[in-house]
């Protein structure tokens, strides 16, 4: 499976972004979805994810309430809609396919693509 995450950019503080990340080599469908991020000297860390059918979705604390996961599974693609921004929410995010063990954890996640960055200035 490769995937590639797109949309980052340089966005204000209470801004918004909505970030893609199309699949392709695997059966999309099949697979349960997640977004992670990594600041810069952090380790990577758990954004959001969603079922292979996104009847189930889960957040971190820091985002539950902005942050939106959904995906298209029509176009392989999983998005994530990033409402009322913060300079804490700057890093690379990456999505990544939900291999085993609980969602919540970075280390469930495989398959990882380029990333893309996303600045959020004060």
């Known amino acids: 499976v490769q995937l590639q995450a797109s949309g980052g950019g340089l966005v204000q503080t209470g801004g918004s972004l909505r970030l893609s990340c199309l699949a392709s080599?695997?059966?999309?469908?099949?697979?349960?979805m997640g977004w992670l991020r990594q600041a810069p000297g952090k380790e990577r860390e758990f954004v959001a994810a969603?079922?292979?059918?996104?009847?189930?979705?889960f957040y971190s604390d820091s985002v539950k309430g902005r942050f939106s996961i959904s995906r298209d599974n029509a176009k392989n693609t999983v998005y994530l809609q990033m409402n009322s921004l913060k300079p804490e929410d700057t890093a690379v995010y990456y999505c990544?396919?939900?291999?085993?063990?609980?969602?919540?954890?970075?280390?469930?996640?495989?398959?990882w693509g380029q990333g893309t960055q996303v600045t959020v200035s004060s």
């Open positions: 990544g396919v939900a291999i085993t063990g609980t969602f919540y954890s970075p280390k469930t996640y495989g398959y």
């Open positions: 080599g695997g059966t999309f469908s099949n697979y349960h």
């Open positions: 969603l079922t292979w059918r996104g009847e189930r979705t």
